[in-house]
């Protein structure tokens, strides 16, 4: 099956979003299109989520091609053009520009729907993926018009989903979608395995025009930066977590896909980069190995 994973042309005019606004690298859909193409599906590459559902789709088979239309300036006219000579039977869009942005995403969703209209017909099967349908699974549905929503971490489930006929839909978890009028909800938020996630390769344009060092205040940037993650979900529950059922169980990833990732980034010229962990532990062997490259690193800690 061939795959187009989108990153919307993200614009935060009249927005109330307080995030960060600048291009990261979509992670989740890069881990989806290397799983894809494992399974023997077609994905071009790019956000965390993105890179890891471009990777997981990779490994799966599948064709998965990675169109990050915020990195490259693209509008949704030409985002349309780009994916109606891809030709792919589906189209992931994220609803959030990237797993930074989880925790306080755009509310409104009108770049999410302009683009799914935008899509229409020339997509193939249309899938959201972000925070957005992972809370209410059924207004998402309804307001973007799309064809399926997935409830939490995307890039396994996108796999599913490349492998499965429509009609058999009802044996897949944690997705949302319509069939015959009637709104189907099943099961809860994903939580992907970690040690399914390979470490991502990024192509050399993707890298050098990622100037953006996230939460960088310690010196004026140089060289390219990057996002890399170690682990995902948060190790307490606190009322101060607004992401109930998103990321929520702690899972490391196997420090060998870590550094190998990592190792791949700095042959590229990359000089910082930003772990994204919700919340980032001490772990000896990684700080370690950190400290033994030529590397600045930031993180978040609460």
């Known amino acids: 099956m061939k795959v187009a994973l989108v990153n919307p042309p993200w614009s935060f005019e009249g927005s109330v979003y307080l995030g960060c606004r600048a291009p990261h690298l979509p992670l989740e859909l890069g881990y989806a299109k290397a799983l894809l193409e494992r399974a023997g599906h077609e ?35 030409a985002l349309r053009a780009e994916v109606a000579a891809l030709r792919p039977d589906m189209t992931a869009i994220a609803t959030a520009p990237s797993y930074l942005s989880w925790r306080c995403p755009p509310p409104e969703l009108r770049v999410p729907m302009a683009t799914a209209a935008a899509l229409r017909g020339h997509g193939g099967l249309l899938v959201a993926v972000g925070p957005h349908g992972s809370s209410t699974p059924r207004a998402a549905l309804r307001k973007l018009g799309v064809d399926v929503v997935i409830l939490g971490e995307c890039e396994e489930i996108l796999v599913r989903l490349a492998g499965t006929p429509e009609s058999r839909f009802w044996q897949i978890p944690s997705i949302a ?30 890298i050098a025009r990622h100037l953006h060092h996230h939460n960088r205040f310690d010196a004026v940037p140089e060289g390219p930066g990057a996002e890399l993650e170690a682990s995902r979900g ?45 919340r980032f532990l001490p772990d000896r062997h990684l700080l370690e190995a950190l400290r033994a490259r030529d590397v600045v690193f930031g993180v978040q800690l609460r």
């Open 43 to 77: 994905a071009p590459p790019l956000p965390l989520e993105l890179g890891y559902a471009k990777a997981l789709l990779e490994r799966a088979g599948h064709e998965a091609a990675l169109l990050d239309a915020h990195a490259r300036g693209v509008d949704l006219v």
């Open 177 to 206: 979608y319509r069939r015959n009028g009637v709104d189907h909800v099943q099961g809860g938020p994903h939580a992907a395995s970690p040690r399914a996630l390979p470490a991502l390769r990024w192509d050399d344009a993707t």
């Open 234 to 278: 948060c190790p307490s529950r606190g009322a101060s977590r607004a992401r109930e059922g998103l990321l929520d169980r702690f899972r490391r990833r196997p420090i060998e896909a870590v550094l190998d990732e990592l190792d791949g980034l700095l042959a590229q010229g990359v000089r910082y980069v930003y772990f994204i962990d919700e």
